[in-house]
T-cell receptor, first 111, second 111 residues
């Protein structure tokens, strides 16, 4: 079974500062990787997904970017955070015939 | 066509009762329908899933009913317990990609 690690668990950053959230996956190779954002009490908004190293698709134009430098590593970044970037960020991994499995999430507060 | 509708938005059930959450989709290319359970501050966890070649799948107290002609599927939680109180998301995907999530249902099971 696959395990998804995310860090940090919580983060408080000032407006205008950079961001880097990391996600790593164990127990599977060549997974599809996803970044979601969830506002408090709301649903899941897909931000980025990747089907392979260096292959990133963006679902929503925004202040964020993603990279996949290794097969099982997915990074979410921003050069300058906005207040609206606050939320719960979830990394997920999946294979072609099975569902997505989510990591524990990172709670980001932009002040 | 990519949207998954989910109802109700919130649900209150007495302990021992049956919780029913409904979802509907439009895209007939979807071939995988998972349900996720999310507790506050945690990532969603895959609960149960079904493919359109069967009409029902049961795992313990959780049952998915699937109606391919109506393009609807539902989650039934039998003998609901306070520990089942969480937010439930339905989802749909085709070949493990293009996951589309419903907006979520907040379930409260009263003791």
């Amino acid at each position: 079974s696959q395990t998804i690690h995310q860090w940090p668990a919580t983060l408080v950053q000032p407006v205008g500062s950079p961001l880097s959230l990391e996600c790593t996956v164990e127990g599977t190779s060549n997974p599809n990787l996803y970044w979601y954002r969830q506002a408090a009490g709301r649903g899941l908004q897909l931000l980025f997904y990747s089907v392979g190293i260096g292959q990133i698709s963006s679902e929503v134009p925004q202040n964020l970017s993603a990279s996949r430098p290794q097969d099982r590593q997915f990074i979410l970044s921003s050069k300058k955070l906005l207040l609206s970037d606050s939320g719960f960020y979830l990394c997920a991994a999946g294979t072609d015939r099975f569902g997505q499995y989510f990591g524990p999430g990172t709670r980001l507060t932009v002040t | 066509q990519q949207q998954v509708k989910q109802s109700p938005q919130s649900l209150i059930v007495q302990k021992g009762g049956i919780s029913i959450i409904n979802c509907a989709y439009e895209n007939t290319a979807f071939d995988y329908f998972p349900w996720y359970q999310q507790f506050p501050g945690k990532g969603p966890a895959l609960l149960i899933a079904i493919r359109p070649d069967v009409s029902e799948k049961k795992e313990g107290r959780f049952t998915i009913s699937f109606n391919k002609s109506a393009k609807q599927f539902s989650l039934h939680i039998m003998d609901s317990q306070p520990g089942d109180s969480a937010t439930y998301f339905c989802a749909a995907s085709n070949y493990g990609q293009n996951f589309v999530f419903g907006p979520g249902t907040r379930l409260s099971v009263l003791p």
